[in-house]
């Protein structure tokens, strides 16, 4: 830990919590807006009504501020997936309807602060720390869909679950980033309708 990080503090009264929140938000609009590289300090603790020294007080520089927003960007995501997995009954309803509930999930997941999500793709390459958070998320996804397919193992096609881990996993998540950030000529309905139908007949054994 650096000199200006063991000045930065911890918020513990109500207040403070309050008010780093309040940059972190103001950050994250900020970042979507106007992309990472355009946004100083200064505009982030304006956007937030602090002054910059009381940026200061809670975070080195906007790199420390851009980090633990992509932690709670990251974190509001996987709320909104795994409140629904935790409820989802994994053998005695139908898997084509829940592929489609987890596939609307995801929809839904991404779209927290969308703009967010897509100033991460530049910043994965540039910045180191981005690149080892993003990745142990995308690691904790593939663990997690392992975690499902050994739940169902008796009831899929698949023998190798690591490999068909990897498989469902990337093509879900290429096809609900299309779904999200592209406009094309097929809406994300027919998109979602195909790409459900395709990972039920690649999984699971006909009922």
Request: net charge negative.
């Given at each position: 830990?650096?000199?200006?990080?063991?000045?930065?503090?911890?918020?513990?009264?109500?207040?403070?919590?309050?008010?780093?929140?309040?940059?972190?938000?103001?950050?994250?609009?900020?970042?979507?807006?106007?992309?990472?590289?355009?946004?100083?300090?200064?505009?982030?603790?304006?956007?937030?009504?602090?002054?910059?020294?009381?940026?200061?007080?809670?975070?080195?520089d906007k790199k420390a501020v851009f980090i633990e927003a992509l932690v709670l960007y990251q974190r509001e995501f996987y709320e909104q997936v795994e409140s629904y997995l935790a409820n989802a009954d994994l053998h005695n309803g139908n898997k084509t309807d829940f592929l489609v509930?987890?596939?609307?999930?995801?929809?839904?997941?991404?779209?927290?602060?969308?703009?967010?999500?897509?100033?991460?793709?530049?910043?994965?390459?540039?910045?180191?720390?981005?690149?080892?958070?993003?990745?142990?998320?995308?690691?904790?996804?593939?663990?997690?869909?392992?975690?499902?397919?050994?739940?169902?193992?008796?009831?899929?096609?698949?023998?190798?679950?690591?490999?068909?881990?990897?498989?469902?996993?990337?093509?879900?998540?290429?096809?609900?980033?299309?779904?999200?950030?592209?406009?094309?000529?097929?809406?994300?309905?027919?998109?979602?309708?195909?790409?459900?139908?395709?990972?039920?007949?690649?999984?699971?054994?006909?009922?």
């Amino acid at each position: 830990m650096t000199s200006s990080e063991d000045k930065t503090r911890t918020p513990q009264q109500e207040r403070s919590i309050r008010t780093k929140e309040a940059i972190l938000q103001a950050a994250m609009r900020l970042f979507s807006d106007k992309g990472y590289h355009n946004t100083t300090s200064k505009e982030i603790a304006r956007a937030a009504g602090v002054s910059t020294g009381s940026f200061y007080s809670y975070f080195v520089d906007k790199k420390a501020v851009f980090i633990e927003a992509l932690v709670l960007y990251q974190r509001e995501f996987y709320e909104q997936v795994e409140s629904y997995l935790a409820n989802a009954d994994l053998h005695n309803g139908n898997k084509t309807d829940f592929l489609v509930k987890l596939v609307e999930s995801l929809i839904a997941a991404h779209q927290v602060y969308k703009e967010f999500h897509n100033e991460l793709g530049v910043l994965y390459y540039a910045e180191p720390e981005v690149k080892k958070l993003m990745d142990g998320v995308h690691e904790q996804a593939f663990q997690t869909t392992l975690y499902y397919l050994k739940r169902w193992k008796d009831e899929l096609k698949v023998d190798d679950l690591e490999a068909a881990s990897v498989v469902v996993f990337n093509t879900m998540d290429i096809m609900v980033d299309k779904m999200v950030f592209e406009e094309g000529n097929i809406s994300a309905d027919r998109l979602k309708k195909e790409l459900v139908q395709m990972l039920a007949v690649y999984l699971f054994r006909e009922e």
